[in-house]
């Protein structure tokens, strides 16, 4: 056997056997379903992921009744998972499913790479869950197998690396029998990343590639993968203003098209106290009530957030937004901390 059959062949025995089996978007090949987990899946942790696919399953069934809807319905049901712009990029998916392929996804790796939201590795485990496509995923748990088991040590902040790695991975592949061993192979590599070969402490003596991984054999599987060029973390302060009227309602405002919580609904976001007190008359500053600080982690962002509540007359506040009740608030998009907030202050 060659080196890749017999790398595939280990991968696909062990999922078979050991892998994971039981979760709600296996065992189906409807290309929806599987997209669906996919792109909730990115950067997101399955217990986390487990709590909102149904519910979303159950209010968009399928790409038309999706594509159909408000993007505030999605952003409203998407509200808590983060990562925003995956819940923006699904409603235009399904939307260009509809109008570009008749509401049937396609059936190529290639082409699903062309929709919005879906890139090579995501587009990759579409294709080889539902249509048994020879094509490689690399999202970042298989990169961490992969670098290791290949003693893969070139910097893939190269992007000549990582293409070298994506031809390694192409390599790999299973090459028979696909419609069957590309399921399973893929998912493979997915669990092996998840519950095997983990970021800290690999539990190396259960993983069916230790008899050929090279990070194993030299006892030193954390040196990889070898990325040197890190993200900077960035911090920003906001002061946010919770206007509320005599009957519980709350003034939220739509955020930019662009930068964090984009298009989703917030209260209102000032500089600074001064002016955020500024806007506000003298019988508002009279009910204002200053709530304790807290931090929110972003990926790459760190807000500290302070909130005032403020009772205000109906109209004593400018600029673009809208009153909304207390009963509204589970229909919109909201970021997190801003539900939480609401909910706690009602």
């Not at 790409?63 to 408000?70: C, E, F, K």
């Not at 590599?189 to 259960?206: E, K, N, Q, S, Y």
Request: with cysteine; glycine share 8%.
């Amino acid at each position: 056997m060659t080196r890749g059959s017999s790398f595939a062949g280990r991968v696909v025995e062990w999922q078979q056997r050991h892998g994971r089996h039981d979760l709600p978007w296996q065992g189906t090949r409807d290309p929806y379903r599987v997209w669906l987990s996919e792109i909730m899946l990115q950067q997101t942790q399955v217990a986390t992921v487990l709590a909102y696919y149904p519910r979303f399953l159950d209010r968009f069934p399928d790409v038309a009744s999706l594509a159909a809807a408000d993007e505030d319905q999605v952003l409203g049901l998407w509200s808590g998972l983060g990562y925003y712009s995956r819940a923006r990029n699904l409603h235009r998916c399904a939307r260009d499913v509809m109008a570009r392929f008749g509401g049937s996804f396609p059936r190529t790796a290639a082409e699903l790479a062309t929709l919005p939201g879906i890139g090579r590795s995501t587009a990759a485990a579409i294709a080889a869950f539902c249509f048994g496509e020879r094509a490689a995923i690399l999202d970042g748990n298989v990169k961490r197998v992969l670098t290791r088991a290949l003693g893969f040590d070139a910097d893939l902040a190269v992007a000549a690396h990582e293409r070298e790695l994506w031809q390694r991975a192409g390599a790999l592949l299973p090459s028979t029998d696909l419609h069957r061993t590309m399921p399973a192979y893929t998912q493979g590599l997915m669990d092996l990343g998840a519950t095997v070969c983990t970021r800290t402490r690999p539990a190396c003596v259960i993983c069916p590639l230790q008899g050929e991984c090279v990070a194993a054999r030299e006892g030193d599987p954390a040196r990889y993968p070898v990325r040197t060029r890190r993200t900077v973390r960035g911090q920003a302060t906001l002061w946010l203003l919770h206007a509320h009227d005599v009957q519980g309602r709350v003034w939220l405002q739509q955020r930019p098209e662009r930068g964090f919580w984009a298009r989703l609904y917030c209260l209102p976001v000032h500089e600074d106290r001064d002016q955020l007190l500024g806007s506000l008359n003298a019988a508002a500053q009279g009910t204002v009530v200053e709530h304790a600080g807290f931090r929110h982690v972003l990926t790459h962002r760190d807000l500290d957030i302070h909130v005032v509540s403020a009772r205000v007359g109906l109209h004593d506040l400018a600029g673009e937004g809208a009153w909304f009740a207390p009963g509204e608030w589970g229909a919109l998009g909201l970021p997190a901390p801003i539900r939480v907030f609401l909910q706690s202050n009602a």
